[in-house]
């Protein structure tokens, strides 16, 4: 691990003031993702802001009866909250399918939305990786890429987004709240959040520099039935092959997100239009223009079957 300096700040301004002051800078909470790449030379910031003291960990009830959560509030808190297990349960149980119950005790809703790939690639610095390294190449491109994504890649990466959280987050509606270093404060839309790899894949989100989460806004429960479904290779500490998230009405409209598939949580809102006609119609929207290799094809019925699944589930 390259050497760096360190120092703890109490509040969102003094955060965004000290990324200001020292060029290569990143900020630092639970760690459990920024701490694992720092080991392997992967993120070499200089300096590291200590973020987890900051008072943004509440989970609090908006003026049009959503929720506000908190950056800082940790997954298993979240999770466990009496609020979202009745009226968000989707986003409950997305956060109990991720990680370990040690790494939930760490993990932020901001780090959990800014988490970086898991793509093996990504991790073995020998390889090729333009997430890594822009311009290097990527090596997953005709190597193993069983894991990797059918849908919004490009011809500079192929790699998926890893978390269960913003896939519920996704077909919830969230919000995201920042504020910069000029105090300036703006809600993105988890939809426009993250970036499409296109010729620059390393460049993830619309995030500037320096730009600080401070919550995540949901609006207003929405009822109906909530599943999160997640097919993986083994039954716990284990990535998504594909993971479905869905909201079922009782006329049999609704909404759904996939995980697993793409750079981003995967929603097509005009694919959702075909729920009531079944899970076939509903996939061939959620996947148009899929592009496969030579190794994740199966993951174009896996989506189909897993939602065929999680609509009988919900219809009873």
């Not at 806004?217 to 039954?235: F, Q, S």
């Not at 939602?307 to 589930?313: P, S």
Request: hydrophobic share 40%; aromatic share 6%.
């Amino acid at each position: 691990m390259k050497s760096f300096t360190y120092e703890r700040v109490a509040t969102p301004a003094a955060a965004t003031a000290a990324f200001a002051r020292a060029p290569g800078a990143r900020f630092i909470a639970g760690g459990t993702n920024l701490l694992d790449l720092m080991k392997l030379e992967i993120e070499t910031p200089t300096h590291l802001i200590d973020v987890s003291r900051l008072s943004l960990d509440k989970i609090e009830k908006t003026g049009d009866g959503g929720l506000r959560i908190g950056a800082m509030v940790r997954n298993t808190d979240l999770a466990s909250d009496a609020r979202v297990r009745r009226d968000y349960g989707l986003l409950s149980r997305a956060l109990v399918a991720g990680a370990s119950g040690q790494l939930r005790n760490k993990a932020t809703t901001a780090g959990n939305l800014l988490q970086r790939t898991r793509c093996p690639y990504f991790y073995d610095t020998n390889q090729p990786c333009n997430k890594r390294k822009p311009g290097s190449g990527c090596a997953a491109i005709g190597g193993f890429n069983r894991l990797h994504a059918v849908v919004g890649a490009s011809e500079a990466c192929i790699a998926t987004h890893p978390s269960d959280m913003a896939v519920a987050m996704r077909a919830l509606d969230a919000v995201v709240e920042t504020v910069d270093a000029a105090g300036k404060a703006r809600a993105i839309p988890l939809s426009g959040f993250y970036r499409a790899p296109g010729s620059t894949p390393h460049l993830e989100t619309i995030l500037a520099p320096g730009e600080l989460i401070t919550a995540v806004t949901l609006p207003k429960p929405v009822g109906g039935t909530h599943i999160y479904r997640k097919v993986r290779d083994r039954a716990s500490y284990a990535f998504a092959l594909i993971s479905v998230g869905a909201i079922v009405q009782k006329d049999g409209t609704g909404r759904v997100a996939l995980g697993g598939v793409g750079y981003q949580p995967w929603r097509v809102e005009a694919a959702e239009a075909d729920l009531p006609r079944g899970a076939k119609a509903v996939a061939a929207g959620l996947l148009a223009g899929a592009k496969t290799t030579h190794e994740n094809a199966y993951k174009l019925p896996l989506v189909e079957r897993t939602l065929a699944g999680v609509l009988a589930e919900a219809r009873g």
